[in-house]
């Protein structure tokens, strides 16, 4: 069998696409010169209202620069449409184009049905009208697309551990030497030092970047909120000593800590399963006092809702922090958590001590954030009248100040992702808690890099996978932030 080449049959494109990228750098390069040389616009006011800049030569960049881009992203658009049409006979992009398919046509959807009912989806709506926006999102759920549909084994075309013999360090396109009945013909981007399919690892480590992060990120949000509104909100004390506790956190180097917490002998001790039990209560105290402040004045109804929330919330902590059964599993002691039977879920040690150090680390920075976000609005007329009625301070927090906080926070959660998502690249790329044999994005990287300056296509992948995935929150979040200002 031929091996295949990167473009197969629709080679055509590659010299179009050549042209419209140059274009495009040169109208950056010019664009950039001018605005440094030319005067700063003079705007005119034409006769029906409207305002029209007095420099031609700028109009005329800024047309080359919006033109350039439109045709090199429709080249790329006919690279996958082909490629979906042709499969191999496209070469590798048409293949890789191909069991991507389920991405695209999820993509789709997503978009279509966003974009029909945007204006009855509040800020996420909004978000359709900012064209930055709209790349980064669909940056993003192309990676979330990919984890959900590679989890399903409806994209990978090998194992992600399995080694084939003769397919070590082979570039992409290369075909298998002895292909099986129901076997992929060929590791799409090469085979890494262990000859396993380098595709194939990039698609599941995208699964576990989008299991990690977010949810990293929203647990360290709870426990940001819940100490940071009452910090900014009452101040005194209770401020300084919390501001002491993140200050003190935020002063250790990150990755040392990282160390320290991921060492075998401090995993022997169950230091990171006390930790798991502590932070992740937060999420059940705020969602006890978000229901109990919003519904106190109907007992009959917030009774029942609480005893129902609280008690699915207890459930799903217990399985989240036990493991066979315990909380607490040493060689020393044994501390005991659920029964097997209703332990919902176990989480590897490994991926538990990433997901609690990366809560950890985040949650005293989402606390000074909250905390001065509620030391600003606390002051603000609607706050003052909410006291006025005789609510409670737990409602003005969570009812008045954090509704009026949403803008900085969503943007921050969106932020916070992407760095969620280099810590586990870094993280991953020191070896520091998931296992060796792990296809995440910073394991693959550090086996990778070792024959870097031989072979460029182990590394290459998971490296640009985790730059767009972190580009597309960035401008995701640079999108929402440019909205949220509107409101």
């Given amino acids: 069998m031929e091996p295949l080449s990167w473009t197969g049959s629709i080679a055509f494109l590659n010299p179009i696409l050549a042209i419209a990228l140059g274009l495009m750098v040169l109208s950056i390069i010019v664009w950039m010169l001018a605005s440094i040389v030319l005067p700063e616009d003079q705007m005119i006011v034409n006769a029906d209202g409207t305002l029209t800049s007095s420099s031609s030569i700028r109009i005329l960049i800024q047309t080359a620069l919006r033109y350039s881009f439109l045709a090199s992203v429709g080249v790329l658009v006919a690279y996958v449409v082909l490629g979906i049409a042709m499969g191999t006979s496209a070469g590798i992009i048409g293949a890789i184009s191909q069991q991507f398919l389920p991405v695209w046509l999820s993509l789709i959807i997503l978009y279509a049905m966003s974009i029909a009912f945007k204006r009855k989806l509040g800020l996420y709506g909004k978000l359709f009208d900012s064209p930055i926006g709209m790349i980064g999102f669909g940056l993003v759920m192309f990676w979330v697309f990919t984890g959900i549909f590679g989890a399903l084994d409806l994209i990978v075309t090998h194992d992600p551990l399995t080694q084939v013999s003769g397919m070590k360090n082979k570039v992409p396109g290369t075909p298998l030497p002895n292909l099986e009945d129901g076997q992929y013909a060929w590791y799409l981007l090469g085979g890494d030092n262990l000859a396993r399919d380098v595709f194939s690892r990039m698609v599941k ?27 900014g909100y009452y101040g005194g004390r209770l401020d300084t000593l919390l501001s002491f506790l993140a200050n003190l956190i935020l002063a250790f180097p990150v990755i040392l800590l990282f160390y320290l917490l991921v060492t075998p002998e401090i995993v022997a001790t169950g230091v990171p399963n006390y930790m798991a039990a502590i932070l992740f209560v937060f999420p059940i105290i705020f969602l006890g006092v978000l229901l109990n402040s919003r519904y106190y004045t109907r007992p009959n109804f917030r009774t029942p809702l609480l005893i129902g929330v609280l008690g699915v919330a207890i459930w799903l902590y217990l399985s989240l922090i036990s493991t066979g059964g315990y909380i607490i599993n040493t060689d020393s002691y044994r501390i005991w958590g659920l029964p097997t039977y209703l332990d919902l879920f176990d989480i590897p040690g490994g991926i538990l001590v990433v997901f609690v150090s990366v809560v950890f680390v985040n949650s005293p920075t989402v606390f000074r954030i909250v905390r001065g976000l509620a030391l600003d609005i606390k002051t603000r007329d609607y706050v003052a009248a909410a006291q006025t009625r005789g609510e409670g301070p737990w409602y003005i927090m969570l009812w008045e100040i954090l509704p009026n906080a949403r803008g900085p926070l969503i943007v921050d959660f969106c932020l916070r992702i992407g760095y969620t998502t280099i810590l586990l690249g870094t993280l991953g790329f020191f070896g520091l808690g998931l296992p060796p044999e792990s296809p995440d994005w910073g394991s693959t990287i550090n086996e990778g890099r070792k024959l870097l300056s031989i072979y460029l296509h182990p590394a290459l992948p998971p490296a640009l996978a985790l730059l767009s995935l972190v580009l597309g929150l960035n401008l995701l979040a640079d999108g929402l932030r440019e909205e949220s200002l509107k409101d």
């Fill in 205 to 231: 480590g995208a699964w576990i970047v989008v299991q990690i992060a977010p949810l990293a990120t929203m647990f360290a949000f709870m426990v940001g909120i819940t100490l940071g509104l009452p910090a």
